[in-house]
């Protein structure tokens, strides 16, 4: 045993024992990284995409602009349910750091797309290489995490994609206004690179990290991390289709369907809407704009801590993770009030609400693969079934949205609206179809 581990019984749930080394926090800060970067390459064109129109004159309508938006789903989504599949069987450290490089390098071959049908490839080519990322992180979270620290863990991992999103903004803007919209792609690239060859390079299971001592993987494995060691043997056996047959793992693909086809107007439309319906300069939005990221950031990370305090003092798992979700999703319906105020700053106001709300919900979503895989060798799989569902509002959303704004003369008010009904929808999933936040059992 690793010197400082001398005793055999339980760590206690309430905080790790005096001498436990901390690499689960460098893990997580990569993960955290790791989604920063998937999710910042994946909003670059959202930025820009309003000045190449402009720049290469190919005259988008909404339409085509949703179209273009939306193409990277396709390619993402229709391969989420392999890549969680995959990352079960070759691990978090290989799926993770491929796609990676996969991705940059679509990043970088944007600037060469000049059509419609050349940003329609390369958006759907980037999707397919994003597709490993948060399943990777997913496993890796319920690998080096306990159950009592696991909704901090999400949602700072979860929170990657919202600050990818809002730096996306100041960044890319900034990028254009200095020189022109194709360094941002190239540079990012390049970013993203590097990141992949720092996580081979450091990405171990617990088990298996020279860094890590006894007293923080028996911390770990005591208190309801997922690993081999405290998996069913009959669990194991389960087939990867069969997790469909269970009610709590369809409640959680519309439920998570409907959080995403809300958060994705911000990481689709959002920089179009400030500057179209709203009027912001690029000045403007590469500040005002960062408001509702920078309000959900904080609240994931604040529900995420407060939600495992919960769980080490005793209450329910289930009641925790409910109340997360019922309660964040019903708050993302504040996104309509915003498409009926005047003032620019109360919409930013109702938009910070609902997409804060939005990213509380996600604490207990992303918590829930962890909790309910019947065993360590199900998490990414099951994290890839919900992020499936979750996705097809990723394919769905932009268009819907480009569409309603054509038809509406450019108006929001009807998108928002459609928003609102479907974040309530997703509430009454988590309320009455998804189970308790416990192992699933063996059929």
């Keep these: 045993m690793t010197a400082g581990s001398t005793t055999d019984e339980v760590v206690p749930a309430g905080k790790a024992p005096a001498g436990a080394s901390k690499v689960r926090y460098l893990i997580l800060g990569l993960c955290f990284l790791g989604l920063t970067m998937n999710y910042l390459d994946r909003a670059n064109l959202s930025v820009a995409l309003p000045y190449m129109d402009k720049d290469l004159h190919l005259n988008l309508s909404n339409t085509e602009k949703g179209l273009i938006l939306g193409a990277f789903f396709w390619a993402y989504d229709g391969l989420m349910l392999v890549a969680g599949w995959f990352t079960d069987k070759v691990g978090s450290r290989r799926a993770f750091s491929l796609a990676a490089m996969w991705w940059s390098l679509f990043t970088m071959l944007t600037p060469m797309a000049t059509s419609f049908a050349g940003l329609f490839g390369v958006r759907f080519l980037l999707g397919a290489g994003e597709a490993p990322a948060y399943p990777s992180s997913t496993k890796a979270a319920s690998r080096w995490f306990p159950q009592t620290e696991r909704a901090f863990a999400t949602a700072v991992i979860d929170s990657g994609s919202r600050v990818g999103t809002v730096a996306a903004l100041p960044v890319v803007t900034a990028l254009i206004a200095v020189s022109n919209w194709r360094y941002s792609f190239v540079i990012l690239g390049l970013l993203g690179f590097v990141w992949a060859a720092v996580w081979f390079w450091v990405y171990r299971d617990p088990d298996e990290h020279s860094g890590a001592n006894d007293l923080e993987r028996k911390y770990?494995?005591?208190?309801?991390?997922?690993?081999?060691?405290?998996?069913?043997?009959?669990?194991?056996?389960?087939?990867?289709?069969?997790?469909?047959?269970?009610?709590?793992?369809?409640?959680?693909?519309?439920?998570?369907?409907?959080?995403?086809?809300?958060?994705?107007?911000?990481?689709?439309?959002?920089?179009?809407?400030?500057?179209?319906?709203?009027?912001?300069?690029?000045?403007?939005?590469?500040?005002?704009?960062?408001?509702?990221?920078?309000?959900?950031?904080?609240?994931?990370?604040?529900?995420?801590?407060?939600?495992?305090?919960?769980?080490?003092?005793?209450?329910?798992?289930?009641?925790?993770?409910?109340?997360?979700?019922?309660?964040?999703?019903?708050?993302?319906?504040?996104?309509?009030?915003?498409?009926?105020?005047?003032?620019?700053?109360?919409?930013?106001?109702?938009?910070?609400?609902?997409?804060?709300?939005?990213?509380?919900?996600?604490?207990?979503?992303?918590?829930?693969?962890?909790?309910?895989?019947?065993?360590?060798?199900?998490?990414?799989?099951?994290?890839?079934?919900?992020?499936?569902?979750?996705?097809?509002?990723?394919?769905?959303?932009?268009?819907?949205?480009?569409?309603?704004?054509?038809?509406?003369?450019?108006?929001?008010?009807?998108?928002?609206?459609?928003?609102?009904?479907?974040?309530?929808?997703?509430?009454?999933?988590?309320?009455?179809?998804?189970?308790?936040?416990?192992?699933?059992?063996?059929?």
């Design 220 to 443: 770990i494995v005591d208190n309801g991390g997922r690993t081999s060691r405290n998996d069913d043997p009959a669990a194991v056996n389960i087939r990867w289709i069969a997790l469909f047959r269970y009610r709590t793992i369809r409640g959680m693909m519309l439920g998570f369907f409907c959080l995403n086809f809300v958060i994705y107007f911000f990481l689709t439309w959002f920089p179009s809407y400030l500057r179209d319906a709203r009027h912001l300069n690029l000045a403007e939005l590469g500040t005002l704009g960062t408001i509702p990221g920078l309000v959900a950031i904080a609240a994931g990370w604040c529900a995420g801590l407060y939600a495992d305090k919960l769980i080490r003092g005793g209450v329910d798992v289930t009641l925790v993770r409910k109340t997360v979700m019922i309660g964040g999703l019903l708050g993302g319906a504040f996104i309509l009030p915003a498409a009926l105020v005047s003032s620019v700053y109360a919409a930013l106001f109702f938009l910070a609400i609902a997409y804060a709300s939005l990213a509380v919900a996600a604490t207990g979503i992303w918590s829930l693969p962890a909790d309910i895989a019947p065993s360590s060798d199900h998490v990414a799989s099951i994290g890839g079934i919900q992020n499936f569902a979750s996705n097809l509002a990723g394919i769905f959303s932009p268009f819907i949205f480009g569409a309603l704004l054509d038809y509406s003369g450019g108006s929001y008010t009807p998108a928002f609206a459609l928003a609102a009904g479907i974040a309530v929808l997703g509430a009454c999933s988590y309320a009455f179809i998804v189970g308790r936040a416990e192992p699933l059992p063996v059929l």
